[in-house]
């Protein structure tokens, strides 16, 4: 297996693929996912709402519930805020890498009841985001417009872009960690700088001091 394969499967394996989990949260309750994304790379979220019900016990669903999804970029831009319905999906693009932060609350009040909500969240980025099944699918039923091979070439290319993009955000993040790490140590620096003329003024003033006593007292 020559290197670059390795190289090739260890990026995909690594790389990030949907991100499913449910949780439970009150009627009332704001709940916020952080997620590192590169820039210029879309972003899907699909999520079901499904409301406790205490005559049974179980979650069922409530279609007059809805969901209100806010994602705010590293530099805490609201890119996205809308309400949607029980069940649905959101999509945004990210302009700016970093750490994206993902918030979902209800849009139900006290009336309710205040039970508890159970949200399933399956969140997609990059190329994990297309849905490539169905567009097979799809471009099975119009060859004249695009062919399964074409479009599993497409796939590849938009694998290879998006690695490209991780590859430049990682870069991204080891170029922050080393301005951090410098920035850090000049601080360590003239902090010992400082802690030592503190420590020679304050010798030098004890001298001094010493020096008057001892003359005042004619010891010297």
């Avoid at 590169?38 to 005559?55: A, C, R, S, W």
């Amino acid at each position: 297996m020559s290197v670059l394969r390795q190289f090739l499967l260890v990026a995909f394996a690594l790389f990030q693929a949907s991100n499913a989990l449910y949780f439970h949260i009150a009627e009332t309750e704001r709940k916020c996912f952080i997620e590192e994304i590169p820039e210029e790379t879309m972003v899907i979220g699909n999520y079901k709402v499904q409301l406790f019900d205490p005559n049974t016990k179980q979650y069922g669903e409530f279609p007059s519930i809805g969901m209100h999804v806010e994602v705010k970029d590293p530099e805490e831009k609201v890119i996205l805020s809308k309400l949607y319905t029980s069940e649905g999906r959101f999509t945004f693009t990210s302009h700016t890498p970093g750490e994206h932060l993902i918030c979902l609350y209800s849009n139900s009040t006290a009336w309710f009841g205040g039970n508890q909500l159970r949200v399933h969240l399956d969140i997609n980025v990059g190329e994990h985001a297309q849905d490539y099944e169905k567009a097979c699918i799809f471009a099975v039923a119009a060859r004249d417009k695009l062919n399964e091979l074409q479009l599993r070439v497409r796939q590849l290319l938009d694998q290879v872009e998006q690695i490209t993009k991780e590859q430049n955000y990682q870069r991204y993040r080891e170029e922050r960690f080393r301005q951090t790490s410098e920035s850090t140590n000049s601080r360590v620096l003239w902090w010992a700088v400082a802690q030592i003329a503190i420590l020679v003024v304050t010798g030098f003033w004890q001298m001094r001091h010493l020096k008057g006593f001892f003359e005042a007292k004619k010891l010297v």
